[in-house]
């Protein structure tokens, strides 16, 4: 049995669209003329899925939250001792996001088959990252999925709560920085030519502040598409260029090296590492293979190549922190935390030390920025717009004097 999205139209013409459960396509569209509706478009779901993420190259997986929702329903279910099909059924008749619905239908139809649930959730790998069907393997040949899937939604969830944090830290700093733009922006394009259109007419020589912001002031109203065309143009070529390894390299390990900006990407890498590492050796996934998923969570290019060497360094028999030591990019008490698991045998309870840890840094580190950009963009924004008024205000002095 397989799950087919349907498209039919009622008997009032209106179209209809959702997911059911049938051997072949055929027995679809006749429960759907069961149904009085008319098919007319039945695709099997895991086609669709492959169809999706082939368009234009696009990766459409499941967002962070609608992961952690989904694997935390499941471990709550198998937990309760519900078969794993009545439990996929559950979790697809609590979600109404039809693409969501579709993918849960999808791998329970492969379970029902007869094959493990890994094997269903590597059916969509759009939508489970590798990590994700690695541990459910290891907890199936276990034995223990129920304890599995509960330390995969802790760690889904950890994520997803990782992931709020950085982009709610940055909502206010992009707001003010765009409201700051569009305010100057409509100054030197509208208010400054009336303003100064007045001074000019006198024939008096305008002060240098006030040329200067005339000239700005034009050369925005006059050749605002070309400013326009160079952010864009800036934007589409960078990035192009970063879509070459090598310039991407020199850009991320050119980040590592900026005071602030390298201990964040550090932290923020690291976290990922350890993090994934804890739950995929506590799962019982093979170390190497373990290494292997958890470099790949990495984004900066520096920082997975020193996991990829590390992973060969461990490979020939070295222990796990000094073999990530020996890049100099990972936090000496990530290390230290690693090796100290590593002799006292609790190397997952000390990975998620160092994981909780990184995160807690993290968080100080925004905090601290976020508490001198705020005040720092405001004041940069007011300095602006009091150039603005004070090269403005410039000329009506000096005629004041004249008068005077």
């Known amino acids: 049995m397989g799950a087919f999205e349907y498209t039919a139209v009622d008997t009032r013409g209106r179209e209809r669209k959702g997911v059911l459960e049938g051997d072949t396509a055929k027995q679809v569209r006749q429960l759907l003329r069961e149904k009085k509706l008319l098919p007319i478009e039945v695709s099997e779901v895991v086609k669709t899925e492959a169809r999706r993420s082939a368009q234009l ?5 499941l967002g962070a939250a609608d992961l952690a929702l989904l694997t935390r329903q499941l471990a709550t279910l198998v937990q309760s001792g519900l078969p794993l099909e009545e439990a996929l059924l559950a979790i697809s008749e609590q979600h109404d996001k039809p693409r969501l619905k579709s993918i849960i239908l999808g791998v329970r139809a492969k379970v ?16 489970f990252p590798e990590i994700y069907q690695a541990t459910v393997a290891a907890g199936e040949q276990s034995g223990h999925l129920d304890a599995v899937l509960e330390r995969l939604a802790d760690y889904t969830e950890g994520r997803q709560v990782l992931r709020q944090k950085v982009s709610s830290a940055m909502i206010y700093p992009i707001v003010l920085t765009t409201l700051a733009i569009t305010i100057v922006s409509f100054l030197l394009a509208f208010v400054v030519p009336k303003v100064v259109s007045v001074f000019e007419n006198t024939g008096n020589l305008l002060p240098a502040p006030t040329r200067i912001l005339i000239s700005v002031s034009d050369f925005m109203r006059d050749y605002w598409w070309l400013l326009l065309a160079i952010v864009i143009g800036l934007i589409f070529g960078i990035r192009a260029l970063l879509r070459r390894e090598d310039a991407r390299r020199k850009y991320h ?17 690291t976290a990922r590492f350890t993090r994934t590492l804890s739950i995929l050796a506590g799962s019982g996934v093979p170390v190497l293979e373990s290494f292997r998923i958890s470099g790949a969570v990495v984004s900066n290019i520096p920082m997975r190549e020193a996991v990829n060497e590390a992973a060969s360094r461990v490979r020939e028999g070295g222990a796990i922190g000094k073999s990530l030591s020996k890049s100099g990019l990972f936090p000496p008490m990530t290390l230290h935390l690693i090796s100290s698991g590593e002799t006292s045998g609790q190397l997952e309870t000390m990975l998620n030390r160092a994981a909780t840890n990184q995160e807690r840094e993290l968080d100080g580190i925004i905090s601290a ?11 940069v924004m007011g300095l602006v717009v009091l150039a603005i008024v004070v090269s403005m205000l410039l000329p009506l002095f000096e005629l004041n004097q004249l008068v005077g």
């Open 57 to 61: 190259g696009l990766r459409r997986g």
């Open 112 to 127: 029902m088959e007869g094959h493990a649930l890994a094997d269903g959730l590597a059916e969509f790998p759009q939508a």
């Open 253 to 269: 390990r050119f980040l590592l090296r900026i005071p602030v900006v390298g201990r964040l990407v550090q932290g923020v890498n």
């Open 369 to 379: 920025l976020l508490a001198i950009l705020e005040p720092a963009l405001i004041v």
